[in-house]
């Protein structure tokens, strides 16, 4: 029976129907009822040669546009048939994680009963993810029936793209107080100070810049408007410390509070790289992310995935840069082991992470964490569910 396997019922029916009309015919001695019992049987079998010569005849490729994109942004997929003439139907369906965000109305599943003159058809359909991550998109089930569908074959082709989803990246404005370009001023640059190297820079004024800021001198001397840098000169720039332990985050999916330290990592690279500031990003064990620039570093969290690990030991954080940590839910020992990496203190986001999932019932209030941090030195914003980057990057 396999051998019938690409025959559809009816062809299969037609096929049975007409050897037994064949062997009726010889029974009864019948040469007409012979030819058309004859004339059934192959007719099936004539219907599956032109489905497979079909099937094997026609080539597929696919492209994306873009191949790479933010969460919420929309790709087309454009699939390219080419080949001869079709005798019969041609069906093709193509394979599509639900985080690569299919649409109800457009599913990418198509049938074509005719090809261009040229020997081809353009297909497309729409795809918005809904998560970040690398998707692959294929493979691609292609099958073709004859014009009486009493055969039908499928192909598949193995052949799958790459669509890689970025995470939400939000514009942030300003700098914590000391971050960066601060205005403050620590006792080792007053040190620097002391010896004759002076710890002011200057820049063009930039719409959003403290007036208090201006160094009114330097204006003269540039006859435009010039504004006070203080730079520590010793600073090597900023890192960027984003915990992925799975056991420190609640939720599912893209609104997960995994997902939210994800977005709020990605938005300070990408204002702190924007501000020409130097930025290392690392996770909770210290593994360095690709970048600068700002795309591998967005590539590397597009692909990244939770930590098995329960504490937050590593090796230590350089002293002579900031560290933005972005943190999970964090009991004391985590805390002892951060302040072990970085004892000078430095920015913490600290997620609230019992708001993304209140019916968990695992006590995760950010409060104590939160004080426990500020007393050890550390600047604190708690995000809660619901919170965007911006405000949480203007709550430090």
Same mark, same amino acid.
């Given at each position: 029976?396999?051998?019938?396997?690409?025959?559809?019922?009816?062809?299969?029916? $037609?096929?049975?129907?007409?050897?037994?009309?064949?062997? /009726?015919?010889?029974?009864?001695?019948?040469?007409?009822?012979?030819?058309?019992?004859?004339?059934?049987?192959?007719?099936?079998?004539?219907?599956?040669?032109?489905?497979?010569?079909?099937?094997?005849?026609?080539? =597929?490729?696919?492209?994306?546009?873009?191949?790479?994109?933010?969460?919420?942004?929309?790709?087309?997929?454009?699939?390219?048939?080419?080949?001869?003439?079709? =005798?019969?139907?041609?069906?093709?369906?193509?394979?599509?994680?639900?985080?690569?965000?299919?649409?109800?109305?457009? !599913?990418?599943?198509?049938?074509?009963?005719?090809?261009?003159?040229?020997?081809?058809?353009? $297909?497309?359909?729409?795809?918005?993810?809904?998560?970040?991550? =690398?998707?692959?998109?294929?493979?691609?089930?292609?099958?073709?029936?004859?014009?009486?569908?009493?055969?039908?074959?499928?192909?598949?082709?193995?052949?799958?793209?790459?669509?890689?989803?970025? !995470?939400?990246?939000?514009? $942030?404005?300003?700098?914590?107080?000391?971050?960066?370009?601060?205005?403050?001023?620590?006792?080792?640059?007053?040190?620097?100070?002391?010896?004759?190297?002076?710890?002011?820079?200057?820049?063009?004024?930039?719409?959003?810049?403290?007036?208090?800021?201006?160094?009114?001198?330097?204006?003269?001397?540039?006859?435009?408007?010039?504004?006070?840098?203080?730079?520590?000169?010793?600073?090597?720039?900023?890192?960027?410390?984003?915990?992925?332990?799975?056991?420190?985050?609640?939720?599912?999916?893209?609104?997960?509070?995994?997902?939210?330290?994800?977005?709020? %990592?990605?938005?300070? /690279? %990408?204002?702190?790289?924007?501000?020409?500031?130097?930025?290392? $990003? =690392?996770?909770?064990?210290?593994?360095?992310?690709?970048?600068?620039?700002?795309?591998?570093?967005?590539?590397?969290?597009?692909?990244?995935?939770?930590?098995?690990?329960?504490?937050?030991?590593? !090796?230590?954080?350089?002293?002579?840069?900031?560290?933005?940590?972005?943190?999970?839910?964090?009991?004391?020992?985590?805390?002892?082991?951060?302040?072990?990496?970085?004892?000078?203190?430095?920015?913490?986001?600290?997620?609230?992470?019992?708001?993304?999932?209140?019916?968990?019932?695992?006590?995760?209030?950010?409060?104590?964490? %939160?004080?426990?941090?500020?007393?050890?030195?550390?600047?604190? %914003?708690?995000?809660?569910?619901?919170?965007?980057?911006?405000?949480?990057?203007?709550?430090?």
């Amino acid at each position: 029976m396999a051998r019938f396997s690409g025959l559809t019922t009816r062809g299969r029916c $037609l096929l049975a129907g007409g050897v037994a009309t064949a062997v /009726c015919s010889v029974v009864l001695d019948e040469r007409d009822l012979l030819r058309i019992g004859a004339f059934v049987a192959v007719l099936p079998l004539l219907a599956a040669l032109l489905a497979i010569r079909t099937r094997r005849a026609v080539r =597929v490729t696919r492209e994306l546009s873009p191949p790479r994109l933010p969460v919420g942004g929309e790709v087309e997929v454009t699939l390219h048939v080419r080949g001869s003439a079709l =005798v019969g139907a041609l069906r093709l369906v193509d394979t599509v994680p639900d985080a690569a965000g299919p649409q109800a109305t457009a !599913p990418p599943g198509f049938t074509i009963h005719r090809l261009s003159g040229r020997g081809g058809a353009r $297909l497309t359909y729409p795809l918005r993810p809904s998560l970040r991550g =690398v998707h692959a998109i294929g493979p691609i089930t292609m099958g073709a029936t004859d014009p009486l569908v009493l055969a039908e074959f499928e192909r598949t082709i193995t052949a799958a793209d790459r669509l890689t989803v970025l !995470p939400r990246v939000v514009a $942030l404005t300003g700098l914590p107080a000391a971050l960066g370009a601060g205005e403050s001023t620590s006792g080792a640059a007053l040190a620097h100070q002391g010896q004759g190297s002076s710890d002011v820079l200057v820049r063009p004024y930039r719409h959003g810049d403290e007036m208090r800021r201006v160094h009114w001198r330097s204006t003269a001397r540039h006859d435009e408007l010039m504004v006070r840098l203080e730079e520590r000169p010793w600073r090597a720039g900023t890192t960027v410390l984003l915990d992925r332990r799975d056991g420190a985050h609640r939720g599912r999916g893209a609104d997960s509070s995994l997902e939210f330290a994800i977005s709020m %990592a990605a938005s300070v /690279c %990408a204002h702190l790289i924007g501000r020409g500031e130097p930025v290392d $990003l =690392v996770t909770e064990d210290g593994t360095p992310l690709p970048g600068p620039p700002l795309d591998p570093m967005l590539d590397a969290l597009a692909a990244l995935r939770p930590s098995a690990r329960e504490d937050l030991t590593g !090796p230590d954080l350089p002293t002579g840069r900031d560290v933005v940590a972005v943190l999970g839910a964090v009991t004391a020992s985590h805390r002892e082991h951060l302040m072990a990496r970085h004892p000078k203190g430095g920015y913490a986001v600290l997620l609230d992470t019992a708001t993304w999932d209140p019916a968990d019932g695992r006590p995760g209030s950010a409060d104590a964490a %939160a004080s426990a941090l500020r007393n050890a030195g550390w600047t604190v %914003a708690v995000a809660v569910a619901g919170s965007t980057p911006d405000r949480v990057w203007d709550a430090l």
